[in-house]
Structure formats: C-alpha cells, structure tokens
Nanobody, 119 residues
Framework: VQLQASGGGLVQPGGSLRLSCTASGSIVSVNTVEWYRQAPGKQRELLASITKAGTTNYVDSVKGRFTISRDNARNTIYLQMNSLKPEDTAAYSC??????????????WGQGTQVTVSS
C-alpha cells in the first residue's frame, strides 16, 4: 500500500492550490484521513481530517480557507486551499488509516509536498 501526496507548488498570496492524497495497492477501504503541515523549525501541525462518512474537522487557522474532501471511489482525499498566506508555507503531508484486509488496519503516511506562498 502506498500513500502519495501531490499538488504543491509556488503560489502568490491570496492564491489557491489543491493538494491530493491518493492511496494505492491492496486496499479494502480508507478510513479517516488527515492533512498535516510542517514549516521549518516548527512542529508538525494537524490541519484537517475527514472520516470515511465525510465528517470533517479543521484547525482554527485554516477554517473558512481550506476544505478537505474525498472521492472514495478513487481512494483520493483533497485539500483545497484558498486565500493562501505566506505563513501557510510548509511541507504538507497526509496520514491515513487503511484497512488492508477485513481484520487488519494500518497507518500510512504520504511523503510531503511543498507549498510555498510568496510574491
């Protein structure tokens, strides 16, 4: 099983990006997925989460600007980021609980994708 994060890049302040987190391999189902970010010299920060049923939660700093969603048929979770600020600059990664069999659920991390917000 692999978890692949993508979609990062350089964007101007006020701009938007959409990150994707795709699970592949021998998967029964993908449970809760979380997006994190880590800026240089700072601790990793949980930004948003979404359950398999679609219940979402956000940290206050991104509420109203970021939207987490998922396409269960594609095993893909998205993070739409709008009104980006320089302080959003960080490496963004995803974490997922994935059932690989009826009895086994494991935790997986996707590699970071860099988001840089700068003029």
């Amino acid at each position: 099983v692999q978890l692949q994060a993508s979609g990062g890049g350089l964007v101007q302040p006020g701009g938007s990006l959409r990150l994707s987190c795709t699970a592949s391999g021998s998967i029964v189902s993908v449970n809760t997925v979380e997006w994190y970010r880590q800026a240089p010299g700072k601790q990793r920060e949980l930004l948003a989460s979404i359950t398999k049923a679609g219940t979402t939660n956000y940290v206050d700093s991104v509420k109203g600007r970021f939207t987490i969603s998922r396409d269960n048929a594609r095993n893909t979770i998205y993070l739409q980021m709008n009104s980006l600020k320089p302080e959003d600059t960080a490496a963004y990664s995803c974490h997922a609980q994935i059932w690989v069999s009826r009895r086994e659920r494991n935790d997986y991390w996707g590699q970071g994708t860099q988001v840089t917000v700068s003029s």
